[in-house]
């Protein structure tokens, strides 16, 4: 498993950019990019993804009609009892 640097500056700094580009892309900076495996076999392209926390009817996977994107969402539930005792969150993965 890969590590990478994190600061939760860069998320605001990337919003602020979009918002003054005025292009409507601003939440689009905040999209999260799971761990995954892709590979092929003889009949099939094979993905694999790691949503912790996120139940299987909770996903919706939808792949553009051109065949060149694939697009996977869904939501994690977290109960309050989870959250109770939280000050501030820099990142939830697991």
């Given at each position: 498993m890969g590590s990478r640097d994190f600061n939760?500056?860069?998320?605001?700094l990337q919003l602020e950019a979009d918002l003054l580009q005025g292009t409507g892309r601003a939440?689009?900076?905040l999209r999260f990019q799971p761990c995954m495996d892709m590979y092929e076999?003889?009949?099939a392209l094979i993905i694999k993804l790691e949503l912790a926390g996120v139940h299987a009817d909770r996903l919706n996977i939808t792949l553009s009609a051109?065949?060149?994107t694939l697009t996977v969402s869904g939501e994690r539930a977290e109960s309050n009892e989870e959250r109770r005792d939280r000050v501030r969150c820099y990142q939830?993965?697991?």
């Open positions: 939760p500056l860069d998320v605001f939440m689009h900076s076999t003889d009949s051109d065949d060149r939830l993965e697991i």
